[in-house]
């Protein structure tokens, strides 16, 4: 062997071993790398936690009392993705410029189910019971869609939290207050059909005045 056939060995295996080195660093299980350099091509897999949530109220077309009302929503929550096609990432310019994408395409699956829940006529009230579904309806779309899409795969998916804005909470309870004011009133009121003796006749009514002597119920 030559010397520069020795030299280009020598270059070669050095050139080898460093992205072998690399991979083996960022393999660790760390839960937020953070590189001062980016690579051009990160080696091995990058994960990140990425919190979701609608940065408007989504508006919820909704019935109380069968009284049609709108009340705003809001939700959150968070996933995790791991760069599983490096150049794909990269075709994006890495996981963190890629994060507003995956959030919106999350806000918009998520809104989507809550426009299919208000379709079915499904009570605002009722709504925290569908984050489960919620949830798996959106994981498995996320899973199924994002390997290609985006060169990530979905680890986890949770919905924290689906509330009403303090207005929307204010409006349903005024509401509530209102109903429950008229149920009130309707129990406590005498009811007008019902019979009654006539105290001077005792005769049998059912109008305001005794029909047999002209008494006014008392
Ligand atoms: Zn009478």
């Known amino acids: ?12 295996n050095a050139l080898k071993t460093t992205p072998e080195s690399n991979a083996q660093t960022s393999a660790k ?15 091995g897999p990058q994960q990140k936690e990425i919190p979701y949530g609608a940065k408007n109220p989504f508006p919820y077309d909704t019935e109380m009392y069968g009284t049609p009302l709108t009340v705003y929503l809001r939700f959150f929550g968070k996933f995790k993705v791991t760069a599983v096609n490096a150049a794909a990432v990269n075709g994006f310019g890495g996981l963190d410029a890629l994060t507003d994408k995956l959030i919106s395409e999350t806000v918009t699956l ?27 309806s959106i994981s498995s779309e996320l899973e199924k869609t994002w390997p290609d899409k985006y060169g990530v795969s979905l680890d986890s998916f949770s919905v924290a939290s689906i509330a009403y804005t303090e207005e929307s909470k204010k409006k349903i309870s005024e509401l509530q207050k209102k109903e429950m004011e008229e149920m009130l009133k ?5 009811a007008e059909n019902s019979n009654w003796t006539c105290h001077n006749c005792k005769t049998e009514n059912t109008g305001k005045f005794c029909s047999n002597c002209g008494k006014s119920r008392e």
């Open 1 to 12: 062997m030559g010397f520069f056939d020795k030299l280009l060995k020598d270059v070669s």
């Open 29 to 43: 299980p760390v839960e937020t790398p953070a590189p001062a350099v980016k690579p051009a091509v990160p080696a």
């Open 110 to 136: 998520f809104e989507n189910y809550l426009h299919r829940l208000s379709a079915n006529s499904v009570p605002c009230s009722r709504l925290p019971m569908y984050s489960q579904e919620i949830q798996l």
């Open 186 to 190: 309707k129990s406590s009121a005498p």
